[in-house]
Antibody, heavy 114, light 112 residues
Framework: QVQLVESGGGVVQPGKSLRLSCGAS????????MHWVRQAPGKGPEWVGV????????IFADSVKGRFNISRDNSKNTVYLQMDSLRAEDTAVYYC???????WGQGTLVIVSS | DIVMTQSPLSLPVTLGQSASISCRSN???????????LNWFQQRPGQSPRRLIY???NRDSGVPDRFSGSGSGSDFTLKISRVEADDIGVYYC?????????FGGGTKVEIK
């Protein structure tokens, strides 16, 4: 069965950086695109971005464009979310999700606060 | 960006009765390949979202047939027949026809 496990969340000061990881198992990771979606406390989900199966294509939401980047290592079945210049409004639970079938991980909480 | 609007915001239902949630987009979700990429997700309290329905009306594996999706173009509905206690949570529609992907604001289903 598909399993996605996010890690790397925590408390970070505004303007700093953080890298999240998402480890995948239960499917052929190298053949699927992967999404990142976030959910601020008490709010609905917000799509953050996607990376193609081979890492050659990436698309981002305007709210994170230029500050966030997605990468993947197919040899490690892992996708990453690099978050730079963090703002208070980036505070959320961050989920990775498998393209096409939209399986989600359990999420990792990022709090941006001084 | 495509704006997804759900109604109602809150939906109190009696166990065993039906419930319907509306989702409207501000433009057609018909993609160039002819498919309509409209998904429905359920988020139970304290859990990650789980997809129930894809491409308007296709149930995901393991989803009870009490859940059904319908609609076309820019007007969609999720129906829950014979609501059970396990169905409480927030339901979201999400369009996958155009970047960026966008979600509706959610409908909270609670038991009366």
């Amino acid at each position: 069965q598909v399993q996605l496990v996010e890690s790397g969340g925590g408390v970070v000061q505004p303007g700093k950086s953080l890298r999240l990881s998402c480890g995948a198992s239960g499917f052929t990771f190298s053949t699927y695109g992967m999404h990142w979606v976030r959910q601020a406390p008490g709010k609905g989900p917000e799509w953050v971005g996607v990376i193609s199966y081979d890492g050659s294509k990436k698309i981002f939401a305007d709210s994170v464009k230029g500050r966030f980047n997605i990468s993947r290592d197919n040899s490690k079945n892992t996708v990453y979310l690099q978050m730079d210049s963090l703002r208070a409004e980036d505070t959320a639970v961050y989920y990775c999700a498998k393209d096409q079938t939209w399986n989600w991980g359990q999420g990792t909480l990022v709090i941006v606060s001084s | 960006d495509i704006v997804m609007t759900q109604s109602p915001l809150s939906l109190p239902v009696t166990l065993g009765q039906s419930a319907s949630i509306s989702c409207r987009s501000n433009q057609s979700l018909v993609y160039s390949d002819g498919s309509t990429y409209l998904n429905w997700f359920q988020q139970r309290p304290g859990q990650s979202p789980r997809r129930l329905i894809y491409k308007v009306s296709n149930r995901d594996s393991g989803v009870p047939d009490r859940f059904s999706g319908s609609g076309s173009g820019s007007d969609f509905t999720l129906k829950i027949s014979r609501v059970e206690a396990d169905d409480i949570g927030v339901y979201y529609c999400m369009q996958g026809s155009q970047w960026p992907l966008t979600f509706g604001g959610g409908t909270k289903v609670e038991i009366k």
